[in-house]
């Protein structure tokens, strides 16, 4: 059984957003924090029902943007993938029709010209190719790939492992094809659309910030994972590369956004996805 999800739209000023989601669904709390266990969890009322199942099990997804500024087309983040050998049970060799989503959204892979990974993690490198004639080619053989410089000299570096299973079947392949473009952490794609450094998580790991007409958004990536960390913002992910960091840059990220019009775009944060950041006392909550 195939499940599709439906598409969200947003408009920021002249650029219109989309999401197109490749898994949703509830998991354990600690598969991502070791302190969120279902009754830590439940504390945080305000999670229900959209971020939390009534058994204390968080509820995340896993998904593209897609951002359309000044006439261009850009895809931040690229999921999962298909066919691709992984740890995770639910990722390993998938089969889903992310590709026949994102083309009944109205964005076939030919009609896409930009491609940018918010950091080069497993989940957000997947759709970068795809598998034809047993080769990993790029899947938006129009676009250009946009990774960050600082982000690719390290992983480059990586000793073989899970890590360094996705960079070569997802973003070495992309840099063969001479479609990939290693930019800086401040890169702006358009004078709308442009990258803010929020390292941590992953060393060369960007937000995408969204300025037109008056209006703001941000994409977080990974700096958030899930909406429990605004009231628990020194939850550290498992898989954070720098833990410190990635909570001073969490903390520094809510402080800035905190009870403004920023629209706030959670990479992994189930439906509705947007929201706003709002204090909470000493800390914050996310508002939908």
Not at 55 to 67: C, K
Not at 179 to 186: F, H, N, P, R
């Amino acid at each position: 059984m195939t499940t599709t999800y439906p598409v969200g739209r947003w408009q920021i000023g002249a650029v219109r957003m989309t999401r197109v989601v490749e898994i949703e669904g509830p998991s354990p709390g600690t598969f991502l924090f070791a302190e969120a266990t279902p009754e830590r969890l439940l504390q945080h009322a305000w999670l229900k029902p959209h971020f939390l199942a009534d058994d204390g099990r968080s509820i995340g997804a896993i998904h593209a943007f897609i951002v359309e500024s000044e006439g261009r087309r850009i895809v931040v983040d690229t999921c999962v993938g298909n066919d691709k050998p992984r740890s995770v049970a639910q990722w390993n060799l998938r089969q889903g029709r992310f590709l026949e989503d994102l083309a009944e959204a109205g964005f076939p892979r030919a009609s896409v010209d930009t491609v940018l990974c918010t950091h080069l993690h497993v989940d957000h490198v997947g759709w970068n190719t795809m598998l034809a004639n047993d080769r990993w080619v790029p899947t938006f053989p129009n676009a250009r790939y946009l990774f960050g410089r600082a982000e690719w000299e390290h992983w480059s570096r990586e000793p073989p492992g899970p890590d360094r299973l996705a960079r070569d079947d997802s973003v070495r392949p992309v840099l063969d094809a001479g479609l990939a473009e290693l930019v800086a952490t401040d890169h702006r794609i358009t004078t709308e659309v442009h990258l803010e450094a929020t390292p941590g998580h992953t060393p060369g790991h960007v937000s995408v910030r969204i300025v037109s007409r008056g209006e703001q958004a941000v994409i977080t990536g990974d700096l958030m994972h899930h909406p429990v960390q605004c009231a628990e913002p020194d939850w550290a992910n498992r898989f954070d590369v720098d833990a410190a960091a990635a909570r001073r840059t969490r903390r520094a990220f809510l402080e800035r956004q905190a009870d403004r019009p920023v629209l706030v775009f959670g990479t992994h944060f189930a439906t509705p996805t947007a929201g706003r950041i709002v204090r909470d006392g000493s800390v914050w909550r996310f508002a939908v």
